[in-house]
């Protein structure tokens, strides 16, 4: 009895015009069973069922435990805290200190290049890894200030501060502004698990990003290395170089400082890199004296600095970093002004990109260098609550640091709880060390900044890594630097994912797909032809016979070799007017017209007509059709042709996960084209390697998946070919196969046994030891009709197959059928 809704269904398909499937045509006719798996197995016949969207939507509802589970992976750190153990703490200290005085001077730069006060880079380095440890799920990466998201958040504050109603507002405000709504914007993706958004962006696009903005950044800093002012370094920057090189002759002292400091930089990195090849022993050590690097530049330069300024404070001989406030001076709630929000909001995109991509991309990297994976979601919700909190107590915005991740990671790190380390080093400097900071020369400064971006250029090998695998994705790469240069970096990673998207939409559009062509091949280790075990060698390949010696098969190439095999391979059709067909990136709206008109040209190109076109008059002629040229060849008979006629078509389904409406009623009217073509005949449609229940569905309401009825009612009795799977257990052809092994050896036995007894002169009478002849066929017979199998798909679409092979089988075998009985008819008239 039909349910309620069920009624109430057809009930208002009735009234709305709407014709419902019949659910009796989806019994099996059993006249289209010659010789299936039913015939045997009736009572295990496999009819597949197309899914609703009742059982869709009940697979989107989360059950209880997924709802526990989501909670739970909101706070990864519950999973490790109750296994910490003294030799993690050891790495985390270690590691913890390292990072710490690493990013103390890291952070105050960079907060120069955000057009904030030093200060600030202080606040975000703490609250950065004193709030990822929480929420994280990477033990390597660095959370904090970085170079090129502080240059955005620079140019962000610089635009929001020109406007007039706007230009009173601090810095630090606008900032703090921009962390907690670019905060949010992560935050929420993070939480709907949405952390796929990022393989949006490529790594050609990632790449020239980092490159542009590392040279920009870098181009920035030549200002404050020179001592030079009287231009902006917050232009283009082939503008600040060019104005750069224009005012060298006015450089100051600030250069001494600035250049000297940058060569040490590079001479201490690359001695000490150059004696940790030469003494592997020690490399442990001499990677941290590499670390420490920036950190003895600054203390030595400040050194000088003070010893050459303690007596000119209020007028130094060159730019210095000034009064550095003790404590959390600037701790309160962020200001969220909608005239503030409303100024910044066209840059909103380029933050969010940059918090996201940078980040997600070094915690994978780094992730799988050490043997762990990363939830690129959570990884999400911890930038988002770090940008979102970090603003209470005056941070600005922040993500995930390539360098101080790298150092981190060879520093031993063993879970995030290392960053506590880090926040307590920070913290310390915030109240103990400011005094210090108030020599520091701004040239120095500058050459940490260019020392440090310097890393963020992608090398040369690494292009030509590029043009190996893909010479136009060269091309994105060129533009993205070029434009960062040239204009804006943020233009540069627009330019990038714009043609990178292009690039892609264009191969899905003319994804054309190829025809496949049918070759028998045999497998070969070495000289020797084996059979489906590696270990059945059946001799040599040169000398065996083929046909009968060892077992073949066949595989399907394109007729065009378009997938680099080997051009002396020589392909064929699986029989005349059978095409095979597979599509190449997939079939939706988008290429379905490409893809399909390639197809009927094809099939066109290589058939003619079941019979001649003829019209009553020759104004009732298609105007897009002309017709055969008045030329005395092309009036000729047409059994010149020598071309098939269309049989069948086997479309492979195997790169084909899902089709939408355009492309199944694209597929519709192509059936249609071609059974015009082929008409008085019909024309098979087998689909083979079909992936997702709802691509069976959506070709199912097309018509496709069972056999099309002839016009002129000359109907043969299809032949439904079926893969077939054996049953495991006891039923299996392994354990049958057993079976009648042990059978035969117990009549062996048994026989050996009863000739034994008659020589000792025993009855040979007894049932018991006596075989009666044909016992052995009989127990075979019985362990052969023991075995069973189950079809794969459904018995009530014998036009789907489950690969190319059963595919082939079943046009030839329904094509041979069908002339067999057309011949058979036509010499009965």
């Given at each position: 009895m039909s349910s309620f809704p069920t009624k109430t269904g057809h009930a208002l398909a009735k009234i709305l015009g709407i014709k419902l499937e019949d659910p009796s045509k989806q019994a099996i006719n059993s006249t289209a069973r010659e010789g299936s798996i039913l015939s045997f197995q009736s009572g295990d016949s496999f009819v597949e069922g197309p899914p609703t969207a009742s059982e869709w939507l009940h697979g989107q509802i989360p059950a209880r435990q997924e709802i526990s589970t989501y909670v739970a992976s909101l706070f990864p750190f519950l999973s490790w805290t109750g296994h910490y153990n003294l030799q993690w703490f050891a790495g985390d200290i270690i590691a913890g200190i390292t990072i710490g005085a690493v990013v103390v001077p890291q952070g105050m730069a960079y907060a120069l290049l955000a057009k904030l006060e030093p200060q600030f880079g202080l606040y975000s380095s703490f609250m950065g890894v004193m709030i990822y440890w929480i929420f994280g799920t990477s033990k390597d990466i660095s959370i904090g200030p970085v170079a090129v998201l502080s240059t955005v958040v620079g140019s962000v504050v610089e635009e929001v501060i020109s406007y007039p109603d706007t230009k009173d507002v601090p810095p630090y405000v606008i900032a703090s502004a921009l962390s907690v709504i670019a905060g949010c914007i992560v935050l929420g993706i993070g939480l709907l698990r949405c952390g796929w958004i990022v393989d949006l962006i490529s790594i050609t696009s990632l790449s020239a990003f980092m490159t542009g903005s590392a040279i920009t950044i870098a181009s920035g800093q030549l200002p404050a290395l020179m001592g030079l002012t009287g231009f902006s370094n917050r232009d283009s920057a082939y503008m600040v170089i060019i104005n750069t090189l224009r005012h060298l002759p006015e450089a100051r002292l600030d250069a001494a400082m600035g250049l000297s400091a940058l060569f040490f930089l590079y001479l201490i990195r690359f001695t000490l890199t150059s004696a940790a090849e030469r003494f592997p022993s020690h490399k442990r050590v001499i990677f941290f004296m590499n670390t420490m690097r920036t950190v003895v530049v600054i203390l030595l330069y400040t050194m000088i600095s003070w010893l050459v300024n303690m007596h000119h404070r209020s007028e130094p001989l060159f730019n210095i970093l000034g009064t550095v406030p003790k404590g959390f001076r600037n701790a309160s709630v962020p200001v969220l002004s909608s005239n503030i929000i409303s100024r910044f909001g066209s840059h909103l995109p380029a933050t969010v990109i940059v918090m996201l991509v940078e980040h997600i991309a070094i915690s994978k990297s780094f992730g799988r260098v050490n043997n762990y994976s990363i939830d690129p979601s959570q990884e999400m919700v911890a930038i988002g609550m770090t940008n979102i909190l970090g603003p209470f107590l005056g941070a600005y915005p922040s993500t995930g640091s390539f360098s101080r991740t790298a150092i981190q990671s060879k520093a031993g790190v063993r879970n995030p709880a290392a960053g506590i380390i880090t926040g307590l080093v920070v913290l310390l400097a915030i109240y103990l060390l400011t005094a210090v900071f108030f020599y520091i020369p701004s040239a120095t400064l500058a050459a940490v900044i260019i020392h440090a971006v310097g890393d963020l250029i992608t090398p040369p090998n690494t292009v030509y890594q590029f043009w190996r695998v893909s010479p136009i994705e060269v091309f994105v790469f060129f533009v993205g630097v070029f434009v960062s240069i040239f204009a804006q970096i943020e233009d540069g990673l627009y330019a990038t994912v714009a043609i990178s998207a292009a690039i892609l939409i264009y191969r899905i559009l003319k994804a054309r797909g190829r025809f496949l062509g049918k070759v028998r091949v045999h497998s070969v280790l070495?000289?020797?032809?084996?059979?489906?075990?590696?270990?059945?060698?059946?001799?040599?390949?040169?000398?065996?016979?083929?046909?009968?010696?060892?077992?073949?098969?066949?595989?399907?190439?394109?007729?065009?070799?378009?997938?680099?095999?080997?051009?002396?391979?020589?392909?064929?059709?699986?029989?005349?007017?059978?095409?095979?067909?597979?599509?190449?990136?997939?079939?939706?709206?988008?290429?379905?017209?490409?893809?399909?008109?390639?197809?009927?040209?094809?099939?066109?190109?290589?058939?003619?007509?079941?019979?001649?076109?003829?019209?009553?008059?020759?104004?009732?002629?298609?105007w897009s059709n002309p017709g055969p040229r008045k030329s005395a060849k092309s009036r000729q008979d047409p059994e010149i042709d020598r071309r098939p006629t269309l049989k069948a078509i086997i479309l492979d389904f195997s790169s084909v996960n899902n089709v939408d409406i355009t492309s199944v009623q694209r597929l519709i009217d192509v059936r249609n084209q071609l059974d015009l073509y082929a008409s008085p005949s019909v024309v098979d449609w087998h689909v083979a390697c079909i992936n997702n229940r709802w691509t069976k569905r959506a070709l199912t309401a097309g018509g496709f998946g069972t056999p099309t009825k002839t016009e002129d009612g000359m109907h043969h009795r299809w032949r439904s070919i079926f893969s077939v799977a054996e049953i495991g257990g006891k039923d299996s052809a392994a354990a049958v196969a057993e079976v009648a092994a042990n059978e035969r050896e117990l009549q062996a036995t048994r026989s050996a046994v009863g000739r034994l007894d008659e020589e000792m002169g025993h009855s040979s009478d007894s049932e018991e030891g006596s075989s009666k002849p044909g016992d052995e066929k009989a127990q075979e017979g019985d362990a052969k009709q023991r075995r069973r199998g189950a079809v794969v798909h459904g018995l009530n679409k014998p036009l789907f197959h489950v690969d190319l092979t059963s595919a082939v089988q079943s046009a030839i075998a329904n094509v041979e059928a069908r002339e067999e009985f057309r011949a058979a008819a036509m010499s009965a008239f």
């Amino acid at each position: 009895m039909s349910s309620f809704p069920t009624k109430t269904g057809h009930a208002l398909a009735k009234i709305l015009g709407i014709k419902l499937e019949d659910p009796s045509k989806q019994a099996i006719n059993s006249t289209a069973r010659e010789g299936s798996i039913l015939s045997f197995q009736s009572g295990d016949s496999f009819v597949e069922g197309p899914p609703t969207a009742s059982e869709w939507l009940h697979g989107q509802i989360p059950a209880r435990q997924e709802i526990s589970t989501y909670v739970a992976s909101l706070f990864p750190f519950l999973s490790w805290t109750g296994h910490y153990n003294l030799q993690w703490f050891a790495g985390d200290i270690i590691a913890g200190i390292t990072i710490g005085a690493v990013v103390v001077p890291q952070g105050m730069a960079y907060a120069l290049l955000a057009k904030l006060e030093p200060q600030f880079g202080l606040y975000s380095s703490f609250m950065g890894v004193m709030i990822y440890w929480i929420f994280g799920t990477s033990k390597d990466i660095s959370i904090g200030p970085v170079a090129v998201l502080s240059t955005v958040v620079g140019s962000v504050v610089e635009e929001v501060i020109s406007y007039p109603d706007t230009k009173d507002v601090p810095p630090y405000v606008i900032a703090s502004a921009l962390s907690v709504i670019a905060g949010c914007i992560v935050l929420g993706i993070g939480l709907l698990r949405c952390g796929w958004i990022v393989d949006l962006i490529s790594i050609t696009s990632l790449s020239a990003f980092m490159t542009g903005s590392a040279i920009t950044i870098a181009s920035g800093q030549l200002p404050a290395l020179m001592g030079l002012t009287g231009f902006s370094n917050r232009d283009s920057a082939y503008m600040v170089i060019i104005n750069t090189l224009r005012h060298l002759p006015e450089a100051r002292l600030d250069a001494a400082m600035g250049l000297s400091a940058l060569f040490f930089l590079y001479l201490i990195r690359f001695t000490l890199t150059s004696a940790a090849e030469r003494f592997p022993s020690h490399k442990r050590v001499i990677f941290f004296m590499n670390t420490m690097r920036t950190v003895v530049v600054i203390l030595l330069y400040t050194m000088i600095s003070w010893l050459v300024n303690m007596h000119h404070r209020s007028e130094p001989l060159f730019n210095i970093l000034g009064t550095v406030p003790k404590g959390f001076r600037n701790a309160s709630v962020p200001v969220l002004s909608s005239n503030i929000i409303s100024r910044f909001g066209s840059h909103l995109p380029a933050t969010v990109i940059v918090m996201l991509v940078e980040h997600i991309a070094i915690s994978k990297s780094f992730g799988r260098v050490n043997n762990y994976s990363i939830d690129p979601s959570q990884e999400m919700v911890a930038i988002g609550m770090t940008n979102i909190l970090g603003p209470f107590l005056g941070a600005y915005p922040s993500t995930g640091s390539f360098s101080r991740t790298a150092i981190q990671s060879k520093a031993g790190v063993r879970n995030p709880a290392a960053g506590i380390i880090t926040g307590l080093v920070v913290l310390l400097a915030i109240y103990l060390l400011t005094a210090v900071f108030f020599y520091i020369p701004s040239a120095t400064l500058a050459a940490v900044i260019i020392h440090a971006v310097g890393d963020l250029i992608t090398p040369p090998n690494t292009v030509y890594q590029f043009w190996r695998v893909s010479p136009i994705e060269v091309f994105v790469f060129f533009v993205g630097v070029f434009v960062s240069i040239f204009a804006q970096i943020e233009d540069g990673l627009y330019a990038t994912v714009a043609i990178s998207a292009a690039i892609l939409i264009y191969r899905i559009l003319k994804a054309r797909g190829r025809f496949l062509g049918k070759v028998r091949v045999h497998s070969v280790l070495g000289d020797y032809v084996i059979g489906d075990d590696h270990k059945d060698i059946y001799g040599d390949y040169g000398t065996f016979n083929g046909a009968t010696e060892a077992p073949a098969r066949n595989i399907y190439l394109p007729l065009d070799h378009g997938d680099g095999s080997n051009p002396e391979v020589e392909l064929e059709n699986p029989y005349p007017g059978v095409f095979i067909y597979r599509f190449s990136e997939g079939f939706n709206y988008p290429n379905a017209n490409f893809s399909l008109d390639y197809l009927t040209n094809f099939i066109f190109s290589q058939t003619k007509r079941s019979s001649a076109e003829t019209f009553e008059r020759a104004g009732d002629r298609p105007w897009s059709n002309p017709g055969p040229r008045k030329s005395a060849k092309s009036r000729q008979d047409p059994e010149i042709d020598r071309r098939p006629t269309l049989k069948a078509i086997i479309l492979d389904f195997s790169s084909v996960n899902n089709v939408d409406i355009t492309s199944v009623q694209r597929l519709i009217d192509v059936r249609n084209q071609l059974d015009l073509y082929a008409s008085p005949s019909v024309v098979d449609w087998h689909v083979a390697c079909i992936n997702n229940r709802w691509t069976k569905r959506a070709l199912t309401a097309g018509g496709f998946g069972t056999p099309t009825k002839t016009e002129d009612g000359m109907h043969h009795r299809w032949r439904s070919i079926f893969s077939v799977a054996e049953i495991g257990g006891k039923d299996s052809a392994a354990a049958v196969a057993e079976v009648a092994a042990n059978e035969r050896e117990l009549q062996a036995t048994r026989s050996a046994v009863g000739r034994l007894d008659e020589e000792m002169g025993h009855s040979s009478d007894s049932e018991e030891g006596s075989s009666k002849p044909g016992d052995e066929k009989a127990q075979e017979g019985d362990a052969k009709q023991r075995r069973r199998g189950a079809v794969v798909h459904g018995l009530n679409k014998p036009l789907f197959h489950v690969d190319l092979t059963s595919a082939v089988q079943s046009a030839i075998a329904n094509v041979e059928a069908r002339e067999e009985f057309r011949a058979a008819a036509m010499s009965a008239f």
